[in-house]
């Protein structure tokens, strides 16, 4: 068993005297894809700087693939790919020229046409980067932070303002990437995204993580009371949560058989991803203040 | 001097075409060779050496700023028309016992490094920095210094060409000569001038919160010392007191180290070593401003 790719024990971010991290522990795994998952203004992105070397902690203790990113150099900066939230592309150059400058940051990257493949711009190779759409764009940056063939990618927010045919062409895309044995760390306010994409998964609400585990047991999603749901004949819709759901639908049919009454919409749900996000990520009260 | 300055638009012509209007539809050339860019591994493992990234990175920075219209304009085709302009209008009037062409040469020279070196460099960083673009630069291994050394040897290696484009048409074209030992002088002038520029581009830049603002806030300082430095006016006609508030900047330093060459009728060297101290002393100011504040991330600069 390797040490954990990135490794986080009570990490904490102040800004005066607002803390926008508060203790946060993290354990990401090699060749795992691990979503930290939350709301706007959460933290998600402040986390994502200190963990990639762009903004110091005020508390806590970090290793990212085994160096502290607040001191790592170049040689640790060859290992890590970061795709940012908002960048556009480099202006003026075409997308092989953009790869081709990146790629000569590091020692041995991939060729601009590998790439261009890998990330679905290989019909674009000459296009100016000004001609491309958002996808393609997005494209581009995933493509960039791939050149140098990093042991570890962070993508942050990589689809946010996607229509829905471009995110799940990015979707693809990024699960393509599982292919190369690169660790992904991403970050989302999208609980479907996450839901698709990661083995694991952090909910992060206000700088803390409030519930960790894989898409299928988050917030003990797999414990949680099913929800059944049925209409009677006389019009009044029934709806009743659940811990053994088997049985108790077993014991409704009986009841329902024994009176000749049929319950033709009967429905048994399992709770969504959405229900426990939006259970742990609370009432939507909380401010709408940027992500720092 | 009728027929002087129409051969010298023809020129201009001929440079605006080569560098400017003809690359501006077509943004995006294909590139000369196919295989080389594609295969920059065949050099095995190692990384670049320190001068390799550098001309790595300004080959591509001086790509961006050939394919950026309003670069080409600010930096190449400005300068140039300004010079036909004032010297095909003004370059006979006399001005202080000299002629006013001895005033313009020079102060366009100036106008050039500090078009390249400066203003254009100040509006580069930032709308670079708030794009997000040197985050993204600075999240992969190469050098701070690489990148600074690579878009700042692009501003100069453009200021000394058009200030060589200058010279080459002030002297052809219009008579403005210059003794071949006083050429030293305004190559070490010009060198030191679009130095001194660029260090000051990297600390205004701290200064500028947005891309929209960058042009507009550098042009209104820069005006007004254009203007009391001899660039667009020649100084000897300015009142004294102005003369003297301008020569505290370093644009009128930069302008007078290029004039006196020039204007000297004495051989000999002509380096103007106050002017250069003074360039010096506001690169040393602006470098400390730039390690204090320069950042890579957006929103840098919204604090000031």
């Known amino acids: 068993m390797s040490d954990p790719i990135v490794h986080a024990r009570d990490l904490r971010k102040r800004y005066g005297n607002r803390e926008v991290v508060s203790g946060v522990d993290l354990d990401v795994r090699a060749g795992e894809l691990f979503a930290l998952l939350g709301p706007n203004g959460a933290g998600k992105t402040t986390i994502v700087e200190i963990l990639t070397g762009f903004r110091c902690r005020s508390g806590g203790d970090v290793r990212v693939l085994g160096a502290d990113p607040q001191t790592a150099g170049t040689v640790w900066r060859e290992r890590v790919g970061v795709v940012l939230q908002e960048s556009q592309p480099d202006p003026g150059l075409s997308v092989r020229e953009c790869l081709s400058l990146y790629a000569g940051y590091y020692r041995a990257p991939r060729r601009p046409a590998e790439i261009a493949e890998l990330v679905g711009l ?39 303002g996607f229509d829905p045919k471009a995110r799940r062409e990015a979707w693809d895309m990024i699960d393509g990437l599982r292919r ?112 720092a | ?66 394919r ?80 600074i050394g690579g878009r700042a040897l692009t501003a100069m290696a453009v200021s000394l060409s058009v200030s060589t484009g200058l010279v080459a048409i002030g002297w052809i074209g219009f008579g403005v000569s210059l003794p071949a030992e006083a050429i030293p002088a305004v190559v070490l002038a010009a060198v030191a001038g679009s130095l001194c520029f660029c260090v000051l581009a990297y600390a205004v830049a701290t200064l500028i919160g947005s891309a929209e603002a960058a042009q507009p806030t550098v042009q209104a300082v820069m005006l007004p010392l254009y203007l009391g430095s001899g660039i667009f006016i020649p100084n000897a006609s300015l009142p004294s007191w102005l003369r003297q508030l301008a020569s505290v900047f370093p644009v009128e330093r930069l302008a007078d180290a290029l004039h006196r060459p020039y204007a000297s009728a004495a051989p000999g060297l002509q380096v103007a070593w106050t002017d250069l101290a003074v360039m010096a002393v506001w690169a040393a100011a602006g470098l400390a401003v730039a390690l204090r504040r320069f950042s890579w991330l957006p929103g840098a600069g919204r604090t000031a």
């Open chain 2, 1 to 66: 001097m009728f027929h002087g300055s129409t051969s010298i638009l023809i020129i201009v012509a001929v440079v605006a075409a080569r560098f400017g209007l003809g690359r501006g539809i077509k943004a995006v050339r294909r590139p000369r060779r196919r295989t080389a860019p594609d295969d920059p591994t065949a050099s095995g493992p190692r990384r670049r050496g320190a001068t390799g990234l550098v001309l790595h990175q300004a080959r591509y920075d001086l790509r961006t700023l050939a």
């Open chain 1, 122 to 160: 290989a019909d674009s190779l000459e296009a100016g980067t000004g001609q491309l759409s958002g996808g393609q764009r997005r494209r581009l940056d995933i493509g960039l932070a791939l050149i140098g063939r990093p042991e570890l990618l962070f993508l942050d927010e990589p689809t946010t």
């Open chain 1, 180 to 291: 190369l044995g690169t660790t992904i760390v991403l970050t989302t306010h999208a609980m479907d995204e996450a839901e698709r994409l990661a083995d694991r998964i952090a909910v992060i609400v206000d700088g803390a993580v409030v519930a960790q585990g894989t898409p299928a047991t988050i917030g003990g999603r797999d414990h949680h009371a099913h929800e059944i749901t049925f209409t009677l004949p006389t019009g009044r819709r029934v709806s009743m949560r659940s811990a053994q759901p088997l049985a108790d639908v077993r014991a409704l049919a009986d009841w329902a058989l024994g009176r000749g009454i049929d319950l033709p919409d009967l429905e048994v749900r399992r709770p969504a991803l959405e229900d426990v996000y939006l259970a742990l990520a609370g009432s939507p009260t909380t401010t709408d203040s940027q992500e």
């Open chain 2, 68 to 147: 950026n219209a309003q670069a080409r304009t600010a930096t190449i085709m400005l300068p140039l028309l300004l010079l036909v302009l004032f010297l095909g209008m003004w370059g006979s009037d006399r001005v202080a016992g000299a002629a006013a062409s001895t005033y313009y040469v020079p102060g366009l020279v100036a106008l050039s490094v500090i078009a390249s070196s400066f203003t254009n460099l100040v509006v580069s960083i930032v709308t670079q920095r708030e794009s997000g673009v040197l985050k993204r630069r600075r999240s992969t291994p190469v050098p701070a210094w690489v990148l």
